[in-house]
């Protein structure tokens, strides 16, 4: 069986696929990103995406199934217990989530929190809400630089953002404040996946404006993952868009940091056209960030538009040896009520040049059958404690 060189994993962030069976047990009873956006809209223009069988996958709305799919296609359903970036993803290089990150969209963060916080820290939090990170820089980045206090919030994941006027809160103080923040969040009630510092300039509402000198603290991921295992292995592991931050840069090789789902499309283009051996792991954040968070079916639909036609444009540059995967790592149906992720199952499509022709596969349990099967590729075992089975016979 000849394997393939190239490997590209593309997270389609939250384009989920219906309800799994406990998907009620999560407050998401009838959720279907996919399915519920083209009913909304009635058709949308993926050509790519349905000549590799997404609507045989999953059709809903006027879209017709594809006679003669060039892809490989199934559901996957979460084993972990949760619903966010983090647990989709490492959960697809081998990680079983048990205790869930928290999320503090709708209470903000506890006063018990908060209160240590502005101890250890040495500053009066304001915000605790969650807010758009330039509104609420907006709406209270006078105060903070008038006060002296410091702008905490969170949004619909799990995340404590802290804000920073750059000259006179001062980067290396911004970053100790979050560096306590992350200590602090350690504890399981308030476990949050990442704290971020959010450092802007400018004086007066209008002027505002965030720098790039965002720091993530992410939690590292709870054990070794596929990543490690084919850095390890002497294997190029590229990461596009989130991943690095995902996994708090474990098993990384080399990282490009993306400014839209477009951007970071286009990069794996230009990344497909390089010669390298091993894996290119692509997160697209903009659909859930954008579009599904804020319950805009429209516009989540013109993303999916926007990411087929790049989709078109890597598959004439995939070469023969290469093989593509395309996933998502939990839902955001913006037809459901709430601003939160929602449970659901997230398609698998597979695809290459060299495939003697596409169809159905038998559904999976896990996403990690994803991190399994790339291990397997390259002949690299499984970290130790890691699950998922390898279905790579069923992608050649």
């Known amino acids: 069986m000849k394997k393939y060189k190239r490997i590209f994993v593309i997270v389609l962030d939250s384009l989920g696929i219906g309800a799994m069976p406990d998907s009620p047990a999560f407050g998401d009873t009838g959720v279907d990103t996919f399915g519920h956006i083209l009913e909304k809209m009635g058709t949308i223009e993926i050509p790519n995406l349905a000549k590799l069988g997404m609507l045989n996958l999953h059709k809903a709305g006027k879209m017709e199934e594809e006679p003669a799919p060039a892809g490989r296609y199934m559901r996957l359903g979460e084993a972990s217990n949760g619903k966010d970036t983090m647990t989709g993803h490492w959960e697809m290089m081998g990680i079983r989530t048990e205790k869930p990150f928290k999320t503090f969209t709708d209470t903000g963060f506890p006063p018990e929190l908060i209160a240590e916080l502005e101890k250890q820290c040495g500053k009066k ?55 306590i923040a992350r200590e602090i969040t350690m504890k399981d009630e308030w476990r ?37 295992a084919l850095k390890d292995a002497g294997l190029d592991v590229i990461g596009v868009g989130k991943i690095n931050d995902i996994f708090c840069g474990e098993g990384i090789t080399e990282t490009y940091h993306s400014d839209s789902s477009v951007h970071g499309m286009e990069q794996t283009i230009e990344i497909c056209k390089k010669d390298f051996h091993g894996l290119c792991f692509v997160n697209l954040v903009d659909f859930d960030a954008l579009w599904g968070h804020r319950r805009d079916v429209k516009g989540y639909a013109q993303e999916i538009e926007k990411f087929d036609r790049n989709l078109g444009v890597l598959m004439e540059e995939l070469r023969e040896d290469d093989l593509m995967i395309l996933t998502a790592d939990h839902g955001n149906d913006p037809t459901y009520t ?58 050649m």
Do not use: W
Request: aromatic letters at 8%.
């Open 125 to 179: 939090v304001i915000g605790n809400k969650s807010a758009s990170g330039t509104e609420i820089i907006e709406e209270l980045g006078e105060e903070e630089i008038n006060t002296g206090a410091m702008i905490v919030y969170t949004s619909a994941d799990s995340v404590l953002q802290i804000c920073g006027q750059e000259e006179l809160f001062d980067l290396d103080n911004l970053y100790r404040c979050c560096e």
């Open 338 to 395: 709430g601003t939160d992720h929602t449970r659901e199952y997230v398609p698998f499509i597979a695809y290459s040049k060299q495939m003697a022709e596409g169809g159905p596969l038998e559904n999976e349990k896990t996403f990690a059958v994803i991190g399994a099967s790339v291990a397997d590729n390259f002949d690299v075992s499984m970290p130790e404690g890691a699950i998922g089975s390898s279905i790579l016979g069923r992608l």
């Open 192 to 228: 949050v996946g990442r704290v971020i510092a959010r450092p802007y300039v400018g004086k007066k509402k209008g002027e505002f404006k965030r720098t790039s000198n965002r720091h993530d603290y992410a939690l590292k991921p709870t054990g070794p993952t596929v990543l490690n």
